[in-house]
């Protein structure tokens, strides 16, 4: 990213107009890259290829069609290495914005459908280029195309007058809303319309986890969603799962993918509920669980949120930890990339645990699954904490 704060003057007339492709030299005017413009952004120019790239690989220099092709093609090639797709798991991300160096560009694969997230002017600008691409991959046979309207509207491009950019979603893409797929075995049916692009395919490895330790233990999954913790612990042999959510459509999917994979029903069971005034009924009701996992909605999606969201975090972890059974273990998460970068998050499970009048010990860390790669020099592109607590 260069930030707009950074540029000192541009260089040209006409100035260039948002999606433009430029150079990007410093105050010496050695060249630095090259990337697409933005006039409205705080990132104002999205770099694209550093000189060093361009030079020893001059068929993509300045030439977005190209780059595109590349870097989507590097992309399925990395998923391929990691063993996806494979014959247990058709679910995953395939490009992670600047994790696969194409910024403001998210795609997940779902079976035969690809979800596009769309996040920056720029992806609109090649949407066409990149739909292209997409298509080329032999096992997608369908484009799903999410704008992220609200970001889009920072980005310069407000979708509501855009009737070109609203009308992306073709019969043929709006048709298929509700499709099957598999994860680490596991069948699935998921609604493109439901929350992000569908599923969180970047808690894939840490629902696998729950699976190999829920053996014989009584499990609450609090924040369920289509129950994906939940399906892995009755896999991993949980006695009995109870997952709470407020959205009824992701409850309806919860309970349609208890029948899917031939789930006694008398051990899961799911209930809509707001998670905290469950678990105070809980408390009240003296209940407790061998195993609690806590993955809340997105609670501090600024830095400026960060302080209002630490007392949210605290007060459902203080609750989690009264609720898990003495030695029990708490899976508790954080997808708020302002509470994962802050490296606060442990402190605030310290106090939750100085709160709930508990000792914690730290078992396991971990984040998003190994589709979504984050490049060093942009950090900031971790947003998942996952962690694994032994409370007592």
Not at 20 to 32: F, M, N, R, Y
Not at 47 to 53: D, G, R, T
Not at 199 to 205: G, L, T
Request: hydrophobic share 40%; with cysteine.
């Amino acid at each position: 990213m260069v930030y707009s704060g950074a540029v000192d003057r541009i260089i040209g007339r006409p100035p260039p107009k948002t999606g433009d492709i430029v150079l990007v030299a410093d105050g010496t005017e050695k060249p630095i890259g090259w990337g697409l413009y933005n006039s409205v952004s705080m990132f104002c120019v999205r770099l694209m290829q550093l000189e060093v790239e361009a030079t020893s690989d001059s068929s993509c220099a300045l030439n977005m069609e190209e780059l595109l092709g590349k870097r989507i093609n590097e992309a399925v090639e990395l998923r391929r290495r990691l063993g996806l797709p494979s014959l247990h798991t058709n679910a995953y991300r395939l490009i992670n914005s600047e994790g696969d160096r194409l910024s403001g560009l998210i795609v997940d694969v779902f079976g035969d459908v690809a979800v596009v997230a769309s996040s920056a002017a720029w992806v609109e600008k090649y949407k066409s280029e990149i739909e292209a691409c997409i298509r080329k991959i032999n096992y997608i046979n369908h484009v799903n195309w999410r704008p992220s309207v609200d970001i889009l509207k920072e980005d310069g491009v407000d979708l509501s007058l855009s009737k070109e950019l609203h009308s992306s979603n073709s019969p043929e893409r709006t048709k298929v809303c509700r499709i099957p797929i598999m994860e680490n075995g596991i069948v699935y049916t998921i609604s493109l319309k439901g929350q992000k692009t569908g599923f969180y395919a970047d808690q894939r490895e840490n629902r696998q986890f729950i699976s190999s330790i829920s053996d014989g233990q009584e499990v609450l999954d609090l924040c369920c969603y289509s129950g994906g913790f939940a399906l892995n612990a009755v896999r991993g042999g949980a006695i009995n799962v109870t997952g709470i959510d407020t959205s009824l459509p992701a409850l309806d999917l919860a309970k349609e993918n208890v029948a899917l994979n031939n789930v006694d029903p008398g051990r899961i069971s799911f209930f809509r509920e707001d998670a905290t005034e469950f678990m105070k009924n809980a408390l009240f009701r003296d209940a407790s669980w061998d195993i609690v996992i806590l993955d809340p909605p997105k609670l501090a999606p600024t830095k400026k949120a960060l302080h209002g969201a630490s007392g949210m975090y605290r007060k459902l972890n203080s609750l989690a930890m009264q609720l898990t059974k003495r030695g029990g273990l708490l899976m508790t998460c954080s997808c708020s990339g302002a509470v994962t970068q802050s490296g606060t998050f442990l402190h605030i499970l310290q106090g939750a645990a100085a709160m709930a009048g508990r000792k914690i010990t730290v078992l396991r860390q971990a984040g998003a699954a190994c589709d979504h790669p984050i490049d060093p020099s942009y950090p900031e592109g971790a947003y998942l904490t996952n962690i694994l607590l032994r409370v007592t």
